[in-house]
């Protein structure tokens, strides 16, 4: 057992933490146990998004000792650059195990900094903590919510008062600031003289209010609000918004599986809480089977990424991926806004480098601009911003699932694109298709688009640094092929003097018959993550030889 482990996990027996957290450190150095690596080799890393790990005891682990150290270097960033004024911050969680915990300590440490706090009743989605930053004209908001990670995760996401998650220069900042708080003891933990502003009911009908001024074909809801439509929450925040926001539209045969509807960290219905993931779709799909449903929508724990199962030609649900969901609902929107005379010149959408380009090719039959961003989406919030009274957003989209359209929300909605989904459902009825249908004829249209994301996992410390040795391997040296085609570009986002974005630790390799293949770390995960794409008729296959030249 390395000396450094020992002097920082040793250090945390001080009486500057409390008796439980004194006798869980004790117990682990006593039983020199293997945890101990983990939970102290490192202090848990306050990245451009905020935080995110696996709870428990020590400096690497998700506590109120490291929540209360992040909301401090928060707190004396907040005061940095608004000082002089009142300033305000709103926080939301979810329904994972200590989420309102967290966020009670969240709300404490910025109240003894004097900074004014709003704090939701109960748990909410991710896009309703967006809308309501600049809802209540906020300065900035946290979430408290680890996504869709397994049930030992927690995470603390930032936003700033544009509703965005916190990009340059706001993010190295902070990060800054955090890394100042190297104690407990630096903390302003609250004293329980103060209390936030408790909001919820009057927030939630603005949000759903917004979602549905959205609408594109109302008229073709009204005549098909009896299609069956299953909504699982998979025990996370989507039963506060989805549910209502469909009712709003007017859609009535929304079924539910009740036993995923009750909010539980441990998720205990499913192995993960993912809806990218078909066994997190088993049993809204199961339940769809036994009601006669044609559609399944499920949402992740925070409610910002949308899983969708469709029945295919033979009456079969299949699940769609998010590069396939983000295709039909941008071809539906610029289908209904051309019909509507609402495409002037000055509208754009917004796609990440590693999704379908699919999306590109319908844009360019619309004339539409699309940008090209890092993955993260809060580069894409950053597009609107920058665009915001010059250009309008119609919609944006990430392979990961999550999709935004409209600018109420500056993050991926997990209730707008249900809403959306449900509404071009309701579109294709009329002429009597399908979802499916309609994803097979954009093939036909502009080619067969394939895409595979394969993600490997490497945990602790050699997985990072195995994960290290992967991307300096493909620095150095780089493919020459892409099954079998020639490497004509290789792009490495490392400089962006090179590619004008943000310096991220990315790498996309390109070839001659329009294959790709981005290799980047997960910034969220201990995974290293693999994206495919291919063309052409042959595209399944292609898919295949690049798994098996990458991945093996």
């Not at 989605?125 to 967006?130: A, D, K």
Request: charged share 25%; proline share 3%.
């Amino acid at each position: 057992m390395e000396t450094n482990f020992l002097e920082r996990a040793e250090k945390w027996l001080s009486d500057s933490f409390d008796e439980e957290t004194r006798a869980a450190v004790r117990k682990m150095i006593d039983d020199k146990s293997e945890l101990l690596e983990d939970a102290f080799y490192r202090n848990l890393e306050f990245g451009t998004g905020g935080l995110r790990g696996i709870m428990g005891t020590g400096t690497n682990r998700m506590n109120k000792y490291t929540v209360g150290m992040a909301t401090q270097g928060l707190a004396n960033y907040l005061n940095e650059c608004f000082s002089g004024k009142e300033i305000s911050v709103v926080i939301s969680y979810d329904s994972r195990n200590n989420s309102r915990f967290f966020a009670e300590i969240t709300a404490g440490v910025l109240q003894e900094n004097g900074i004014k706090v709003y704090l939701f009743d109960d748990i909410r989605p991710t896009p309703e903590l967006s809308f309501a930053i600049r809802y209540l004209g906020c300065n900035a908001g946290v979430m408290i919510t680890a996504s869709h990670n397994p049930k030992e995760y927690n995470g603390y996401k930032v936003f700033w008062e544009d509703g965005a998650q916190i990009i340059a220069p706001h993010d190295k900042n902070i990060i800054g600031e955090v890394n100042k708080i190297d104690s407990p003891e630096k903390v302003l933990f609250s004293t329980g003289k103060i209390s936030p502003i408790v909001v919820g009911k009057e927030i939630d009908d603005a949000f759903i209010n917004s979602i549905t001024s959205l609408t594109l074909t109302n008229d073709a809801v009204g005549r098909h609000n009896d299609m069956g439509i299953v909504y699982t929450p998979l025990h996370g925040t989507g039963i506060k918004t989805i549910p209502a926001a469909l009712a709003k539209l007017g859609f009535k045969n929304v079924y539910h599986v009740e036993e995923q509807d009750v909010s539980d960290g441990n998720f205990p219905t499913v192995a993960s809480p993912n809806p990218e993931e078909p066994t997190a779709m088993k049993m809204a799909m199961e339940k769809a089977d036994k009601v006669g449903a044609d559609i399944v929508l499920a949402s992740d724990p925070d409610a910002d990424r949308v899983g969708l199962a469709v029945r295919n030609n033979d009456g079969i649900l299949q699940l769609l991926t998010g590069n396939q969901i983000a295709s039909i609902l941008v071809s539906y929107m610029l289908t209904r806004w051309q019909e509507k005379g609402k495409l002037t010149g000055k509208e754009y959408i917004v796609k990440t480098i590693v999704t379908t380009e699919l999306i590109s090719a319908i844009a360019y039959k619309y004339n539409v601009l699309v940008y090209n961003v890092l993955t993260g989406f809060k580069y894409i919030a950053e597009v609107v911003r920058h665009n915001e009274g010059k250009m309008t957003f119609i919609c944006g989209g990430e392979e990961s699932n999550g999709f935004n359209a409209g600018e109420y929300v500056r993050d991926k909605d997990a209730a707008v694109t249900c809403c959306l989904i449900a509404e071009c459902a309701a579109w294709l009825a009329d002429s009597g298709t399908t979802l499916y249908s309609y994803l097979e004829e954009l093939y036909k249209e502009y080619g067969c688009y394939r895409e595979k994301l394969v993600s490997v996992v490497r945990k602790g410390k050699d997985g990072v640094e195995q994960i290290q040795a992967i991307m300096a391997g493909l620095r150095q040296n780089p493919p020459k092929e892409l099954a079998g085609s020639g490497v004509y570009r290789v792009v490495d986002y490392l400089y962006p003097e090179k590619t004008g974005l943000p310096k991220s630790d990315v790498l996309q390799f390109f070839s001659d018959d329009h294959s790709t293949v981005s290799v980047r770390p997960s910034g969220t995960e201990p995974k290293i993550k693999f994206y495919f794409g291919a063309n052409g008729d042959d595209a399944d296959s292609k898919i295949e030889k690049l798994v098996a030249q990458f991945v093996s």
